[in-house]
């Protein structure tokens, strides 16, 4: 029988990075401010928006005179930050929750703070749930955690999930979380206007808003000044990213907008960034099929620091599947955009999302979500089977009515798939020479080094003269599923 669990690969580049870490460690807080000698900390599910969320937790804290430590035990706060994206996601945070009791054990005064989208979507309900929680903060108001917590050590229970329609945190300069100061993630928008009919996000996030350009040019350009040398620039769908000096034009939807309004795109975004220095690479994620267009590719074909790499979720490869998943777009569509992107951008790698199972999905059609991926054959991919979330369109609207045991064995289908495309992807690399920024010591040996080359896949090699952050050229020599193996070339 499948574990849950390994339906999920962890990979550090995705918005769905559901390990465990983001440890923050700001020993001596933040210069100039007076530490009010208490210790915080706060630990990340969830995507790479939740991730990057936490770093601007850390920086609210910190300006408040919080320092962090990663030692839970030694903590007057603990801070979750967790996920509702699926059934599995909301249960490891309840099962890490009951680890956090120990805390208020030995500490009585310790607070336990819930922030994020379970946050947001149970609302004060988590508070009869879990008798452990003092605090609940959804992801727009964080700003307001000084308060709150002034509030629970007060004796009350505080709650703030008001979602803002404005609040983009451009302001905020984040904590970089268990960093490893050559690569960093940039959110760029937050929230959703999508409403993909299975899909909690809309709900927890709340409306799309875009962030000021200026604020992010600076962060990366802040970032790079620091000797960081890849951003990646973050939000549900990238693609739909706008921005415009007039309030009444930045409050359109992409499909209200004029010709005549004035408004800078993601294509302007992403060149933008380029920009800042053709030392600093920059990748991006996610990119929704329906509105990622040409000119995106032809910025990425532009500036060789644009990565080539595109995660570009499928779900499914069924028209009618996908029109009750309200994707609008269709099989035709995505092969469309995938056509495009292997014109304009042979070298260019790309993974995918995929869900089964979803609501009256037939074996037919389940047929045809492997017959899409032999066709593209992903370097790599992200399957999951369907979790109906309460709220969503298509909890309301349709029967979650395919078996588990259907469920289970479609998706060991389409994980074994994936399993062939991405050995054949590796093996077909062997020989070739790509450059790749130095990222870290490999887990394994601290005599070889890794980093990741433009297509984003991981390579370790013998360290050499290498140094982390430093570009160098590395020929594969062997591979694996998950990595490509290799050695420097002078
Ligand atoms: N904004 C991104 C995805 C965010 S959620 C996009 O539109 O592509 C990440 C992935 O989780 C989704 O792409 C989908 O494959 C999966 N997912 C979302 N809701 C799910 C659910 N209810 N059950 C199973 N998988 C789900
Ligand atoms: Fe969810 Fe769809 Fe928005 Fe992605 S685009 S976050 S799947 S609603
Ligand atoms: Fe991300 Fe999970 Fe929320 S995937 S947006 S943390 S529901």
């Known amino acids: 029988m499948l574990d849950l669990k390994e339906t999920f690969q962890a990979h550090d580049h995705s918005l769905l990075s559901e390990d465990r870490q983001g440890e923050v460690i700001v020993k001596e807080g933040l210069r100039g401010i007076q530490p009010n000698g208490k210790r915080f900390y706060i630990e990340s599910y969830g995507c790479q928006m939740n991730f990057s969320d936490s770093e601007i937790v ?25 996920c509702s994206i699926r059934e599995n996601a909301e249960q490891r945070v309840r099962n890490r929750l009951k680890n956090f009791s120990v805390v208020k054990r030995r500490k009585p005064d310790a ?13 004060e309900k988590f508070l009869e749930e879990e008798q452990l929680v003092d605090i609940v903060v959804g992801p727009d108001a964080y700003r307001h955690l000084p308060d709150l917590i002034s509030e629970a050590e007060s004796g009350q229970k505080a709650v703030n999930v008001l979602l803002s329609r404005e609040e983009t945190y451009a302001d905020i300069s984040p904590v970089r979380l268990s960093s490893n100061g050559v690569t960093a993630f940039i959110s760029i928008m937050r929230g959703c206007d999508n409403m993909c009919s299975f899909c909690v996000v809309p709900f927890t996030r709340g409306r799309e808003r875009s962030r000021n350009p200026k604020s992010i040019i600076a962060e990366a350009q802040d970032l790079f000044d620091k000797g960081y040398r890849e951003v990646t620039l973050l939000g549900q769908n990238v693609d739909s990213y706008r921005w415009s000096e007039d309030p009444k034009v930045r409050g359109k939807k992409l499909i209200e907008l004029k010709d005549t309004d004035d408004v800078f795109n993601f294509a302007n975004l992403l060149e933008a960034v380029a920009q800042v220095s053709p030392l600093l690479r920059v990748r991006f994620s996610t990119s929704h099929p329906k509105d990622m267009l040409d000119d995106v590719l032809y910025v990425m074909a532009k500036y060789d620091n644009i990565c ?12 009618e599947v996908l029109n009750r998943m309200n994707r609008t777009y269709d099989r035709a569509w995505y092969m469309n955009r995938i056509d495009a992107i292997r014109k304009i951008l042979p070298n260019t790698a790309i993974s995918t999302d995929i869900i089964t199972g979803f609501c009256g999905e037939t074996e037919e059609q389940h047929k045809e979500t492997l017959s899409i991926m032999q066709e593209i054959k992903y370097e790599m991919a992200y399957m999951f089977f369907y979790s109906e979330r309460p709220g969503t369109l298509a909890a309301k609207r349709y029967e979650d009515d395919v078996l588990e045991v259907d469920k289970k064995r479609r998706l060991a289908e389409i994980i074994d798939l994936q399993r062939e495309h991405s050995i054949a992807r590796n093996k077909a690399d062997l020989g070739k020479t790509f450059e790749v920024l130095v990222e870290k010591y490999s887990k394994r040996s601290k005599d070889d080094l890794c980093g990741r080359n433009s297509q984003n896949k991981m390579i370790v090699f013998p ?28």
């Open 308 to 319: 080539e790499y595109i995660h570009l979720p499928v779900q499914s490869g069924n028209s």
């Open 58 to 82: 850390a920086s609210v804290l910190c300006e408040n005179g919080y320092v962090s430590t990663r030692d839970y035990n030694e903590a007057d706060l603990v801070f979750v930050n967790t």
């Open 111 to 123: 607070l336990i703070g819930v922030l994020g989208c379970m946050a947001e979507r149970l609302k």
């Open 463 to 490: 360290k050499g003269d290498a140094t982390i952050g430093e570009y160098i050229q590395v020929k594969v020599t062997d591979y694996s599923q998950a990595i490509l193996k290799g050695e420097i070339i002078a």
